[in-house]
């Protein structure tokens, strides 16, 4: 069974930066993909960057040169870097590994 954690959402202005954290207990982490997902209000749940077990990185076209997926597999943690934010990447973030998902990170981009 593997737990994940979420955590480094928040209220942010147009513009800026935030980054998220996805913990992850249990075993098998390094060699799995990781994927960030997020829905809106009102919106499907829409995958938004996956990170390969080598590292390899995939995004949707709405983040692509905006957003950064990670890890540390030291750490079993995977990131998301997310810069020059727009109200409509206002979501909860989930991050997802092993078919399981975490409770979530709610970002609001708001002046």
């Known amino acids: 069974q593997v737990r994940l954690v979420e955590s480094g959402g928040g209220l942010v202005q147009p513009g800026g930066s935030l980054r998220l954290s996805c913990a992850a207990s249990?075993?098998?982490?390094?060699?799995?993909?990781v994927t960030w997902y997020r829905q809106g209000p009102e919106k499907q749940r829409e995958l938004v960057a996956e990170?390969?077990?080598?590292?390899?990185?995939q995004y949707s076209d709405s983040v692509k040169g905006r957003f950064t997926i990670s890890r540390d597999d030291a750490k079993n943690t995977v990131y998301l870097q997310m810069n020059a934010l727009k109200p409509e990447d206002t979501a909860m973030y989930y991050c997802?590994?092993?078919?399981?998902w975490g409770q979530g990170t709610q970002v609001t981009v708001s002046s």
């Open positions: 990170i390969s077990s080598n590292g390899y990185t």
């Open positions: 249990g075993s098998g982490f390094r060699d799995a993909p």
């Open positions: 997802y590994l092993f078919a399981n």
